[in-house]
């Protein structure tokens, strides 16, 4: 397992959301409340906070709205991530203002299995 970035200078829980977004592999997100859920403390609204602090030393672009939409105000530049990274996408809602993308949740989303073990593996290694 390659070593992860330490992030002393940033508060416990803030390394700690840090840490899960670093491993969420290319072209697969996690919600704010899946990372909440992994961690088994905090909600979407800390992790939330967490990453718009801290996040721009990780993949932030990795870390979504349940919904799929992506963050406001980071359009052009998270497309673009998600793009080059393959990550699932589908169009705008009919009547959606933005025409912006949406992430395809349902093949997007990452569960917190390792990349490694294909689906968890046979021991049901998590991260």
Request: glycine share 14%.
């Amino acid at each position: 397992m390659e070593e992860l970035p330490q992030y002393a200078e940033y508060p416990e829980y803030a390394e700690r959301v840090l840490e899960v977004a670093d491993l969420i592999p290319s072209g697969r997100v996690m919600t704010y409340g899946d990372i909440a859920e992994w961690l088994g403390e905090g909600g979407p609204r800390q992790v939330g906070r967490a990453m718009a602090l801290y996040g721009g030393a990780v993949p932030w672009w990795r870390v979504v709205r349940a919904d799929g939409t992506v963050l406001p105000g980071h359009e052009i530049e998270a497309l673009q991530h998600y793009r080059a990274e393959g990550t699932p996408l589908r169009d705008a809602p009919r009547g959606a203002d933005d025409h912006v993308p949406r992430i395809d949740m349902r093949r997007a989303r990452w569960d917190g299995v390792h990349p490694g073990t294909a689906g968890g593996g046979s021991d049901g290694t998590h991260i």
